[in-house]
């Protein structure tokens, strides 16, 4: 389809203006960045990826009930999606202990918590996407108290279809993080899971072998990120066995 307005242009997404009143489409670019962006790469496949796997996880949602931005995907690299009032905040749910967990209370990397946690963190590349509490998200008007309610309980929701997904496939969910935008329907205004679900936003580990398959695998230098991501693809059957893996990534000074 025709490119339309550029709406907005983030790390790893454009949105331009849709094709009818309230719709966006959701461009994925094959940008990878870590460290809020000091690290920067071009992954040749990744935003082709990230698109099919985010159109999985958004249907499978939807399947069950959890209200969420996506309509439909228009090709390779482009989906149809509602337009909402993203809420700035980052909700994170942990399963696990890793990466800022394990580091801000000293826990070993793949330590098992006791429940599943939520975290908010406010939408600030600026200030490191600091960690918040709810005691500030409603002080400082982000959301009210019902909206943190509502937004942990569509993360939890979240939680356990992926868990349950990636399980099947012989992949444990560490953590994810989601963003949640506001839409009105009359009068009424409604939460629902926007941006987009994928490796980019999740920590996958391989059960048996503590293999990683997200975006760890760019953070930390572990090998080639369009492989990590080809084989949550392949195990999921998003994508046919004898697809040919996309060369290494290029750095960018």
Not at 127 to 139: N, Q, R
Not at 150 to 156: E, P, T
């Amino acid at each position: 389809m025709a490119r339309r307005k550029k709406i907005y242009e983030g790390k790893a997404k454009i949105m331009y203006e849709g094709p009818e009143p309230g719709t966006l489409v959701q461009y994925f670019k094959d940008d990878a960045t870590a460290f809020n962006a000091e690290k920067r790469a071009k992954v040749e496949g990744k935003g082709v990826l990230n698109n099919r796997l985010s159109e999985f996880f958004m249907k499978g949602l939807t399947q069950i009930g959890v209200p969420n931005h996506f309509i439909k995907r228009l090709n390779m690299r482009e989906q149809l999606v509602r337009s909402v009032e993203i809420i700035p905040l980052e909700v994170v749910v942990r399963n696990f202990a890793a990466g800022s967990l394990s580091a801000r209370l000293g826990m070993a990397e793949g330590t098992p918590l006791p429940r599943p946690i939520v975290e908010f963190c406010l939408k600030d590349d600026a200030l490191g996407d600091p960690l918040v509490s709810e005691e500030h998200i409603c002080a400082f008007g982000w959301a009210t108290q019902q909206d943190l309610d509502d937004m942990i309980s569509l993360a939890l929701r979240v939680n356990d279809f992926m868990s349950g997904l990636m399980l099947a496939v012989g992949i444990k969910l560490v953590d994810f993080k989601i963003e949640i935008g506001r839409i009105w329907e009359n009068d009424f205004q409604r939460l629902i899971v926007a941006d987009e679900i994928s490796p980019d936003s999740c920590r996958l580990w391989d059960i048996e072998t503590g293999q990683k398959l997200d975006k760890d695998v760019f953070r930390r230098d572990l090998g080639n990120l369009t492989d990590a991501y080809t084989e949550v693809a392949r195990r999921l059957g998003v994508l046919p066995s004898n697809v040919t893996h996309a060369p290494r990534p290029t750095l960018i000074n």
